[in-house]
């Protein structure tokens, strides 16, 4: 490893954040003259190559921070700031750093950020004052069997939700309601069993936002849901449309999330619901992490700061900011899927195939935007292996793609361009797979 001056530890990261890994090591080195040390299970030889320095050790194992000090209390010294980059580490990994000497939030309070009725329950434990401030606190429970399902389901006749307590990214969440295929749901949620399942009562509220950022600086993310039976995340769209009511409920309810799980100078992703009035909220769930879907990427594009640069600053004892600019334009980052169930693979389109740049302009087209009103950021297909999808998906993992866009007018609204650039794809895709079938009928 070449000459710095100290380590920049990163616990932990998923392997869809490796872009950001690399950002953040790079900035590290630049700015602050530091290597960069990750910690993960099972590191590949890629982790080698993104970091100087890799530790083969799993956040899950009970005694992580207790080993992770065996392993590296001798050089303390060499570390000069850390941060946690994952779910599955968001406590132990705290643990850990608070063991090294560096400055973390707390990991006492961390679990709330990753089990969600770990979190249920703090709510619960302080309802009166949350209700004081307007946010609704969900009815739940564990439910390990049949039996546990249908005695939540006769307090909750309109429908619940069941969910796994640690995943994410939509996966294994199921909207029950009043008829529902109870057993189906529960089937559904069985392989999770293990490490915990809940039910919640439906919170009644359509509007879904996330509270996001840094320290006490802070921006608000609109989310678009499906809807229907399988409530995936298909778009994140920044800066959300709010009123001034709007925008103090959401803001009241984020903070009071961060204090729950312990967040001060980290990041956040809090998940809330919003009513339709603007005046009362619900936590869908919280994180001590940055968002999904490119959710930095896009404030960057439209505040013109880069909040990974700023969290590795923090880590190193600079503040982060208390405000932010106006915004300088609006952006989106857009799930795909497929028109039908359908196995799938990159492959299977014709070579000279560009879907998702025919999908951009024919959305253009439709809402009357200039070209270089409307510009593609970032397209990533998420994976090349042929495999089976759903038309309608029932996580993330029913994507195809996922891309960023950034409208630069006001002559349109950014939830009409996700909307139609959906729609759009759907056909722009398929229309590719004309040409690979008329090619091969010649």
């Not at 530790?55 to 065996?70: H, N, V, Y």
């Not at 900011?321 to 799930?335: D, F």
């Amino acid at each position: 490893m070449s000459s710095t001056s100290g380590l920049l530890l990163i616990v932990d990261y998923n392997l869809t954040r490796i872009d950001d890994v690399i950002h953040m090591r790079k900035y590290a080195r630049e700015r602050h003259g530091a290597g960069t040390a990750l910690i993960r299970a099972n590191p590949t030889v890629l982790d080698a190559q993104i970091c100087d320095e890799v530790i083969d050790l799993d956040p899950l194992r009970s005694d992580f921070a207790e080993a992770g000090e065996k392993l590296l209390g001798a050089r303390r010294g060499d570390f000069k700031a850390g941060i946690v980059f994952s779910d599955n580490a968001v406590q132990s990994g705290a643990a850990l750093l608070e063991r090294l000497g560096l400055h973390v939030d707390s990991s006492e309070l961390a679990h709330g950020a990753f089990c969600k009725y770990q979190y249920r329950l703090s709510e619960a434990r302080y309802r009166a004052l949350l209700e004081a401030q307007r946010m609704l606190v969900p009815d739940f429970t564990k439910v390990s069997s049949m039996e546990d399902l249908h005695a939540f389901a006769a307090k909750h006749p309109s429908g619940f939700v069941i969910k796994p307590t640690k995943e994410g990214n939509n996966r294994g969440v199921v909207l029950v309601r009043a008829g529902g295929d109870r057993r189906a749901a529960f089937a559904e949620v069985s392989q999770y069993l293990a490490n915990g399942v809940i039910c919640e009562e439906i919170i009644p509220y359509q509007r879904e936002f996330s509270f996001d950022g840094l320290g006490q600086s802070f921006f608000i993310t609109e989310k678009i849901s499906a809807t229907g039976r399988y409530p995936v995340e298909v778009a994140q769209v920044l800066p959300a449309r709010l009123d001034e009511t709007e925008r103090a409920t959401l803001q009241r309810a984020g903070k009071q999330v961060n204090w729950l799980v312990g967040q001060c100078d980290g990041p956040f992703h809090n998940e809330i619901k919003l009513s339709d009035d603007g005046k009362r909220s619900a936590v869908v769930e919280p994180n001590r992490r940055p968002g999904g879907m490119k959710i930095w990427s896009l404030a960057r594009w439209v505040y013109g700061i880069d909040f990974y640069q700023r969290w590795i600053d923090s880590a190193f004892g600079a503040p982060p900011p208390l405000a932010l600019p106006e915004p300088l334009c609006s952006a989106a980052t857009v799930m795909l899927g497929v028109p039908s169930d359908r196995v799938f693979s990159p492959d299977d389109l014709a070579p000279e195939a560009t879907p998702f740049e025919d999908a951009v302009a024919a959305t253009a087209d439709h809402l009357g935007l200039k070209r270089d009103d409307l510009s593609i950021k970032e397209f990533a297909w998420l994976s090349q292996k042929r495999r089976q999808f759903h038309g309608i998906p029932r996580d993330n993992a029913d994507f195809v793609a996922q891309a960023c866009i950034v409208l630069n007018t006001t002559r349109a609204d950014i939830r009409d361009v996700v909307a139609t650039l959906r729609e759009k794809w759907l056909v722009a895709l398929d229309n590719s797979y004309a040409r690979v079938e008329q090619a091969a009928s010649m």
